[in-house]
């Protein structure tokens, strides 16, 4: 790591003072200066989008898919339109669930086995555990944000 050049700027994005030409906070590849990880940064939903997605998938395979029509317990946490589908958690103090809408014209109603207050879906749980119930907390607040 050399350092080019040192002045003071300020953040393209959010706005806080940076040093430029210190490579551990300049981005290089940008015209303009900004924090290589910017609490601003729109890359960083992108890649809690893809997170979650990526957790829904773990839970999906992992998880049991309780039949009949289920009410979960809990705080619903995230409920995000990913592609064409809205997905959502419950977390509870036994269960983590992971539900996908299954809510529209066409769909086979029957196959769901969540039925939310406004939206039905379905849906699989997880043992709650702290690690990902504050990944998913995590997850929310950056795209809540
Ligand atoms: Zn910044």
Known sequence: MSIIAKYESTC?????????GDKINWNASESSASHVK???DPLKKKRAGE???????????TGEMPPGKNTPEGERVLFVRVNTRYHWCYIGTDWIWYIIDNNRDGDDWGRSNVLGKEIQGIGWKVPYNEKLAQEIRDIANILNA
């Open 12 to 20: 393209t994005r959010c706005g806080e003072p940076i040093i430029i």
């Open 38 to 40: 910017c609490p601003k």
């Open 51 to 61: 997170r979650f997605v990526s957790i829904g998938d773990s839970i999906s395979k």
